[in-house]
């Protein structure tokens, strides 16, 4: 794996202060990398940066200080080789459920014809269930239906990059098992890189292959990065029948319950913020601190009646 595919150092964000206020340091000193093909969950409290990072690696908004580098080059304002999908739908109101999405084809690849711009885009229709309501503006959908075309415009231009900013927070629980799974088999089969804003411990360790926590703002900061290593072929369905699953879900619902908070106040003094340390709960430790392989799936036990 390229490790460092995208690379964001030193990043940090000062809102000016307005009448006589001090300025806001939102966060500051940010530095993390993430690998071609990896999915990458950032998780922290409300106003600690999440959304504001999110959309500097996606060029529409500036740094104060620090620099994000993506495949080589710096990035300097929105491309076609980001994929953005907001928590609001971000749709144009006047263009079809289609329009919008070959809207976004069609900048992508501006020579296709017509017909292959229709059949791709209807590719990523189908795949976010929403078949039968091309031809529908969006003051016709539902939330969920409309975040569902945000999320199928963002697919079907295959960015280098996906940026999610909660992209499932508003979808019922079914619809969003479907979407986590359909996500999780497109990511597999095409070795999407992802960096997806969650509030949802769950959907992180589904879909992520490391968490980076955020410590309460302002002055926010990376406090670890936890490295999911459950099993990459986990589904929803088995996920927490494997003995890793509660020890990384204990060690991230800990973090938000109390050390966010106590790691705001008083940050470690051997803390390096150019190598946030990456923990590895779910996997338990021998006295020499080696992990100890996962124990053998035992078989469910056989009642003969
Ligand atoms: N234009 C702005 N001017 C001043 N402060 C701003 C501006 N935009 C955002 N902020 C502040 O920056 C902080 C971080 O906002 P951001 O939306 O990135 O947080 P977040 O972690 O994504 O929050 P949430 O989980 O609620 O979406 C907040 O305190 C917010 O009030």
């Not at 690998?35 to 409300?46: L, P, T, Y």
């Not at 079907?156 to 996500?183: C, H, N, W, Y």
Request: net charge neutral.
């Amino acid at each position: 794996m390229q490790t460092d595919f995208l690379k964001v150092e030193a990043l940090s964000r000062i809102y000016p202060g307005s009448r006589g206020q001090a300025p806001l340091v939102v966060f500051e000193n940010v530095h993390f990398s993430i690998g071609k093909g990896e999915f990458v969950c950032i998780i922290g409290h409300s106003g600690c940066g999440k959304s504001t990072i999110l959309n500097v690696l996606a060029g529409l908004d500036e740094p104060s200080a620090g620099v994000v580098i993506m495949d080589g080059r710096e990035v300097a304002g929105p491309s076609l080789d980001r994929g953005v999908v907001f928590q609001g739908h971000a749709l144009m109101p006047w263009l079809s459920v289609m329009k919008n999405i070959e809207f976004a084809v069609k900048s992508r690849w501006p020579d296709w014809r017509k017909d292959k711009v229709r059949s791709h885009c209807q590719q990523f229709i189908d795949l976010v269930g929403l078949t039968g309501a091309e031809h529908k503006k969006p003051s016709e959908l539902s939330g969920g239906m409309k975040q569902r075309v945000g999320i199928a415009r963002a697919f079907s231009i295959q960015p280098k990059m996906l940026l999610l900013d909660e992209p499932f927070g508003a979808l019922d629980a079914l619809t969003r098992g479907v979407i986590q799974d359909e996500l999780l088999k497109i990511c597999a089969a095409t070795g999407q890189t992802v960096f997806m804003i969650t509030h949802d411990v769950d959907e992180a360790m589904l879909l992520s292959d490391r968490i980076i926590l955020m410590t309460n703002g302002p002055r926010a900061r990376i406090a670890e990065i936890v490295v999911n290593t459950l099993s990459r072929n986990r589904t929803r369905n088995d996920v927490h029948k494997d003995p890793q699953y509660y020890r990384i879900r204990n060690h991230l619902v800990d973090f938000l319950v109390s050390r966010s908070r106590e790691m705001a106040q008083a940050p470690a003094a051997d803390s390096d913020p150019r190598h946030p340390p990456e923990v590895r709960p779910g996997e338990e430790m021998d006295d020499q601190g080696i992990a100890k392989p996962p124990p053998a799936q035992k078989q469910p036990a056989m009642h003969l009646v």
